[in-house]
């Protein structure tokens, strides 16, 4: 049993009633289907903190001995023993859920231009020490990493949703990192390295 708050129908229901904001939904997510919420992409999220965790993990599950145990959450694998099942496990959860979104999903898709320029880009760990991520849901054109004088550190061209850029070799202080996209957007963004 679910103690869902607020109890539906409520606000969400009313809104999607609304043709527009329903359409607006569809079309924004058949998007993001296209990249940034690909099974391909998330299973690639999934695989990164997976190995930036691996360590972790050990630790966690010594003290914690919940590997093959139910915890009160319904499952729709076989439990795992290993955190190489749990792995697996949430990524076949993710894809059963999106197969189920892409057959449920309310609204039609419109191609509302104001929703296809419209980008998400994340840039992290910040503070960062070696690794600097950088994704976004539309295709990354170039990364540039200026000091606070303006001085170009870093320059990668690419053609990816997400890039790794190693940034050890950086002096620590502030830079800013730009980030230009294939639909022409640019967005920057303060960085710490440590």
């Not at 999607?16 to 099974?39: E, G, H, V």
């Not at 023993?81 to 057959?103: M, P, S």
Request: with cysteine.
């Amino acid at each position: 049993y679910c103690n869902v708050s607020p109890v539906p129908p409520s606000w969400e229901a009313k809104m999607l009633q609304d043709p527009y904001f329903a359409n607006a939904i569809n079309t924004r997510y058949f998007s993001l289907r296209k990249n940034i919420l690909s099974i391909e992409q998330i299973n690639r999220t999934i695989d990164s903190i997976a190995n930036l965790v691996n360590e972790a993990q050990v630790r966690h599950f010594k003290k914690y001995n919940t590997l093959g145990v139910n915890n009160g959450a319904p499952e729709i694998d076989v439990l795992s023993t290993t955190y190489a099942g749990e792995v697996q496990k949430l990524k076949n959860w993710i894809t059963v859920r999106l197969n189920w979104l892409d057959a449920n999903m309310v609204g039609h898709n419109t191609a509302l231009p104001e929703l296809e320029s419209f980008a998400k880009i994340r840039v992290f760990p910040n503070p960062v020490l070696e690794t600097l991520y950088v994704e976004s849901d539309i295709e990354i054109n170039d990364i540039t990493i200026y000091n606070t004088v303006g001085f170009k550190s870093i320059n990668l061209h690419s053609n990816k949703f997400e890039e790794c850029i190693n940034v050890s070799d950086l002096s620590p202080g502030i830079y800013i990192v730009k980030v230009t996209l294939t639909n022409g957007t640019t967005r920057t963004q303060k960085l710490v390295k440590e």
